[in-house]
Structure formats: structure tokens, C-alpha cells
């Protein structure tokens, strides 16, 4: 029988540094929440620092944060360099930052579709290259993770580009971890589902038909915690999940399934 304190080191991300992109709002804030109560050390990036800075306060644990804008690809390698400067090697990689455009199919652009496209899947993919390049001359094992969607599995109206892009970020997770599983890093993905943020709030405040439309659709009846994501991405960056690559976790209480 496994003991505590061997659960508490097998779950534990103590010694560790994690970086969380989009960390300053929402599920970003709650993933590296987690990941700090874990027992990491997190770093937490994005364009606002007074968001950013505001939200380190709230975390607590040493949490730090730095600037990053992931449409600016061609800043992303300096970026990098000035994060292994500042706070040594990245264990754990978060790729959180996202962004989306509501329109119709038949009015988006290309331009609508290169906005979301940029963020979650090209800036993303730089920002992984750059660490995952740190840690193999590093020689160190590594943990990388994507914030996928639901709507990957189930599609949504009127959010096409956004759509499209969590479903490469699936591609993503499985094209590396089948890439670098033998090299000692491991690549997974968190899809949630509707989860009580504030821009759930928003999206849906004073719609009761709306409301009771989602609450419908999920198995469990109700909508999920943002710490649900984020405990789920501490157990995948964690030696509990040292066996596991290549996977994206629905997190949704059942939504896809009962969709």
C-alpha cells in the first residue's frame, strides 16, 4: 500500500518551474495556481503586465511573471532566453493563451482566422520549440502541455477559426509526443468544457435560456470549476502521470460524450 508522504512526492511538484501562457486571467490563473500549490515554482506570461502582476498576487508561492505576446513570433526565441536568464530551466510548459473571433463562417477573414490561428497554434509552437530546445540541451525530462477545447470533438457555431485551431492543437499533441516520448518529454493537452469563469459569466449573463440549454447538454448538470483544469494539468505534469503522453483529457463533465 502506497503511504502518504509517497503520494505527497508522487503528486508533488516541488523543484520544478513551470511556465503558464494566458496566466493572468481565468483558466490560465487557475492552472498556475495549481501548479504552485503543487509545489512549483511558476512563471506566469501574457501582454498586460498589471494583470499579470495583479494575478502573482493572488497566486502567492514566489509566482513571477514576465511579458509575452504570442503574435509576435519573431520576439518569442528572445523571450525564451531572457526566461532561462531570469529563473533558470522550464520543467513544465503550459501553453494556455488563447484568444477567439465571434462571426458567422460565411463573413470571417483570413485575417479573423490568422488572428486566432497565430496565437494558439503558431506562437505556441514557437514558444514550445524554444523550451523544448532548452531542455534537451539541458538534458532534462519535461512536461508540456496545450489547452485544447471541446469544441474540437463537438464543433460550435459562429467560433470556426477558434474551432479549427483547438483541433491542430490536438494534431500538435500528438505529432510531438509521438516525436520526443523517446527523448524523455512528455506532451499532453487539457480540453474543458464550460467551466465557471468570468467569460462564461459574460457570455451568458441574462440568457436563462442559454444557460439552461448548456446545463442541459452536460451529463453531471453543472458547469465545472476552473480548478478542475487546473488540478487536471497538475496530475498530467506530475510523476503520477510519468506513463502518460500523447493524451488530451476532456475535462467536461461528460459534455462531448452527451453532446
Not at 494566458?22 to 515554482?41: F, M, N, P, S
Not at 506562437?123 to 512536461?143: H, N, P, Y
Amino acid at each position: 500500500m502506497t503511504s502518504t508522504s509517497s503520494l505527497e512526492r508522487i503528486y508533488s511538484l516541488k523543484g520544478r518551474t513551470a511556465l503558464v501562457t494566458g496566466g493572468g486571467t481565468g483558466l490560465g490563473k487557475a492552472i498556475a495556481t495549481c501548479l504552485a500549490q503543487a509545489g512549483a515554482k511558476v512563471i506566469i506570461a501574457g501582454r498586460r503586465a498589471e494583470v499579470l502582476e495583479s494575478a502573482c498576487k493572488d497566486i502567492g508561492h514566489g509566482c513571477c511573471s514576465l511579458p509575452l505576446n504570442l503574435e509576435k513570433t519573431d520576439t518569442i526565441a528572445a523571450f525564451a532566453q531572457t526566461l532561462a536568464t531570469r529563473f533558470g530551466p522550464v520543467d513544465i510548459l503550459v501553453n494556455n493563451a488563447g484568444n477567439t473571433v465571434k462571426k458567422p463562417f460565411e463573413e470571417s477573414s483570413l485575417e479573423d482566422f490568422d488572428s486566432v490561428f497565430d496565437v494558439h497554434v503558431r506562437g505556441a509552437l514557437e514558444l514550445t520549440r524554444a523550451i523544448i530546445k532548452q531542455m534537451l540541451v539541458e538534458e532534462r525530462e519535461g512536461s508540456i502541455l496545450f489547452t485544447s477545447s471541446m469544441t474540437a470533438y463537438i464543433g460550435q457555431p459562429m467560433v470556426s477559426g477558434y474551432t479549427i485551431s483547438k483541433t491542430a492543437i490536438n494534431g500538435v499533441v500528438r505529432a510531438l509526443s509521438a516525436e520526443f516520448a523517446g527523448r524523455g518529454i512528455r506532451v499532453n493537452g487539457v480540453a474543458p468544457g464550460w467551466i465557471d469563469t468570468e467569460l462564461y459569466r459574460a457570455a451568458t449573463s441574462g440568457d436563462a435560456a442559454r444557460q439552461t440549454k448548456i446545463l442541459s447538454r452536460i451529463p453531471m448538470g453543472k458547469l465545472g470549476d476552473p480548478e478542475d483544469i487546473g488540478w487536471s494539468c497538475a496530475f498530467l505534469a506530475s510523476a503520477a502521470a510519468k506513463y502518460v503522453t500523447g493524451q488530451v483529457i476532456l475535462v467536461d463533465g461528460g459534455g462531448a460524450t452527451g453532446f
